[in-house]
T-cell receptor
Framework: SQTIHQWPATLVQPVGSPLSLECTVE??????LYWYRQAAGRGLQLLFY??????ISSEVPQNLSASRPQDRQFILSSKKLLLSDSGFYLC??????????????FGEGSRLTVL | AQSVTQPDIHITVSEGASLELRCNYS??????LFWYVQSPGQGLQLLLK??????LVQGIKGFEAEFKRSQSSFNLRKPSVHWSDAAEYFC????????????FGRGTSLIVHP
């Protein structure tokens, strides 16, 4: 069966420090991969998505970046964190059945606090 | 552009009471429709989905949802709420025929009183 792992679960970082959140999917190949951010009471904001290795689309301009170095690995990064980067980050992958279905499977999330 | 509206930010019900969470979408064609649930500090879990066919779909944990094309709605229901159902609920829409990017509603927070 397919599983998705996301780490670290919790992170406290000072302003200006770098960030790396990792996500890996097991049990499937060539998934679509997504990074969402969830601020308190504001729903889900799509940050990046990827349809293949090295292919990244950005939905929101900001100081974050994403990379997909392997088929089932998706990394969210920042060179210098801002206070506004605090939030709950969710990685997700999409089932591909006769094309994209829109059904997402989410990781457990990473809580980032920038101080 | 497609959009999803969840008009209720918070819903409070008593344990054992029935529940209906509203979801409306804006799109010309029939999309794929989803409901997800999120417990505090955790990721989202799929409750149910509608792709085609029977407009009343059954999901996990005793939830069901009904697709009404004429109203562009996909409301989530449960006949008897349990305290463990307290969570955030998200409705989502994706273009039928293939879309990389589901659109999510802002979520409805369900509070269950004993």
């Amino acid at each position: 069966s397919q599983t998705i792992h996301q780490w670290p679960a919790t992170l406290v970082q000072p302003v200006g420090s770098p960030l790396s959140l990792e996500c890996t999917v097991e049990g499937t190949s060539n998934p679509n991969l997504y990074w969402y951010r969830q601020a308190a009471g504001r729903g889900l904001q799509l940050l990046f998505y990827s349809v293949g290795i090295g292919q990244i689309s950005s939905e929101v301009p900001q100081n974050l970046s994403a990379s997909r170095p392997q088929d089932r690995q998706f990394i969210l990064s920042s060179k210098k964190l801002l206070l506004s980067d605090s939030g709950f980050y969710l990685c997700a992958w999409m089932v591909r059945l006769m094309g994209d279905t829109g059904e997402l499977f989410f990781g457990e999330g990473s809580r980032l606090t920038v101080l | 552009a497609q959009s999803v509206t969840q008009p209720d930010i918070h819903i409070t019900v008593s344990e054992g009471a029935s529940l209906e969470l509203r979801c409306n979408y804006s799109y010309g064609a029939t999309p794929y429709l989803f409901w997800y649930v999120q417990s505090p500090g955790q990721g989202l879990q799929l409750l149910l989905k509608y792709f085609s066919g029977d407009t009343l779909v059954q999901g996990i944990k005793g939830f069901e949802a009904e697709f009404k094309r004429s109203q562009s709605s996909f409301n989530l229901r449960k006949p008897s709420v349990h305290w463990s159902d307290a969570a955030e609920y998200f409705c989502a829409v994706a273009l039928s025929g293939g879309s990389y990017i589901p659109t999510f509603g802002r979520g409805t927070s369900l509070i269950v009183h004993p």
